[in-house]
């Protein structure tokens, strides 16, 4: 945490920060990504499997008690946000083709 200008302590990263560092994991391992903002909800990292369309998962970025973590969209965490390689291989496992 680092201070801000109104001197609060603010989080060193953002939602969406953490959602790009996954996007470009996800992306040298094949995978096409969008961030999606949806209206009046958090922001999501939309995952496509391009070998199979129907392999899609919208990934979010959440601060937790204990820090922040990648989340599966049914609420069931996939690793620390701070270690996307892990997150981009269990991603990859999960909407892989075989």
Known sequence: MTPDDTGTTAPSRTRI???EELGDALV???FRVRIVLPRGQSPVLHV???DASAL???VLAEQAADG???WWSW???IAPADDAPTA???IAQVLATR
């Open 56 to 58: 899609t998962e919208n």
């Open 75 to 77: 609420a069931e965490r």
């Open 17 to 19: 920060e953490y959602l």
């Open 88 to 90: 981009a291989a269990r």
């Open 68 to 70: 922040w973590w990648y």
């Open 28 to 30: 040298e391992r094949g």
């Open 48 to 50: 496509l499997n391009p």
